[in-house]
C-alpha cells in the first residue's frame, strides 16, 4: 500500500440508490485498493453536514418521488458542487443524479424539478421504459456495457460531449445515438447494472484524475480484468 488515502462520497445512497448503484461505489473502493490506495467512503444524506474533503463524487439514481426529496438540498449543495467539478474533482452519476446534475427534467405529470446545470443537458419524462443490455462505443473507455432501465429522456446542449454511441439500447433518448454526458472530469450516465464492475476503465479514469488531483502522480498497479471481461461479453450478447 502507498499509505495514501481516497475519500469517496456516496450522495444521497437513502433517496437515490436503486438497480445496484451502490455496487459502484463498492467497485471503485476495491479498484482504488487495488491500485494501492487506503479508501474512506462518506455518505451524505439531505439535512447532513456536507463534507467538502472528498476526492471522488459517486451518486445513483431514484425515483421521481426520490429526486423531489433531494431537489431543495442538491441545489444548496450547488455552489460547492460545481466548484469541485470545475476544478477537477472526479464525479459519476447515474440515472436519476444524472438528470439533475442537468438543468431541468420535466416528468410525465408536468413537474419541472430543478437541476443544478452541471451539465448543459435538459430531461423530460416519456411514456415509454426503456429497459434492457445496453452497449455503447467510447472514443476514450471503448466499449462500456451495462442495464438501462429509464423513461426520462435527456437531450444535451450543444457541444456537450456525450460518454459513448449506443451499438446496442436507446441511451439517452429516443431521437439520436448519444449515451451519458461528459464535462470537466465528470460522467452522467443511464447505465445501471452497476456499470463500474463491468467497465473498470471507467473506474481507473475517475482513480487516476483523484490521484493526480490530490498527490500529483499516478502509477496503475497490473490488475487482472478476467472476470469483468467476461461479465461484459455475457451482458454483451444477452438480448434486450
Excluded at 433517496?15 to 479508501?39: C, E, F, P, Q
Excluded at 470545475?86 to 436519476?96: F, N, R, S
Excluded at 408536468?110 to 462505443?137: K, M, S
Aim: proline share 3%.
Amino acid at each position: 500500500m502507498t499509505n495514501q488515502k481516497l475519500t469517496i462520497l456516496q450522495l444521497y445512497p437513502r433517496d437515490m440508490n436503486i438497480y445496484g448503484d451502490w455496487g459502484n461505489t463498492l467497485s471503485l473502493a476495491r479498484r482504488a485498493r487495488k491500485h494501492g490506495y487506503d479508501v474512506d467512503i462518506l455518505d451524505y444524506n439531505p439535512g447532513d453536514e456536507f463534507p467538502e474533503d472528498f476526492d471522488i463524487l459517486v451518486g445513483g439514481g431514484g425515483q421521481d418521488s426520490g429526486q423531489s426529496v433531494i431537489q431543495d438540498d442538491l441545489h444548496r449543495i450547488a455552489p460547492v458542487l460545481r466548484d469541485k467539478a470545475e476544478t477537477g474533482t472526479p464525479m459519476l452519476v447515474i440515472c436519476g443524479l444524472y438528470q439533475l446534475f442537468g438543468k431541468d427534467f420535466t416528468t410525465v405529470g408536468g413537474e419541472v424539478l430543478r437541476g443544478i446545470g452541471l451539465f448543459d443537458a435538459h430531461t423530460v419524462g416519456g411514456e415509454q421504459r426503456l429497459i434492457g443490455n445496453i452497449v455503447l462505443n467510447s472514443e476514450e473507455f471503448g466499449t462500456i456495457v451495462g442495464y438501462e432501465n429509464h423513461s426520462g429522456l435527456t437531450y444535451l446542449g450543444e457541444g456537450v460531449q456525450r460518454l459513448g454511441t449506443t451499438v446496442k439500447g436507446e441511451g439517452n433518448n429516443l431521437d439520436d445515438d448519444g449515451e451519458g454526458a461528459r464535462v470537466h472530469h465528470v460522467i452522467g450516465s443511464y447505465l445501471h447494472g452497476s456499470l463500474l464492475s463491468k467497465n473498470p476503465v471507467i473506474s481507473d479514469y475517475l482513480i487516476r484524475h483523484a490521484v493526480e488531483k490530490k498527490f500529483g502522480h499516478f502509477v496503475p498497479a497490473q490488475i487482472d480484468d478476467s472476470l469483468a471481461t467476461k461479465a461484459r461479453e455475457t451482458a454483451a450478447t444477452r438480448p434486450r
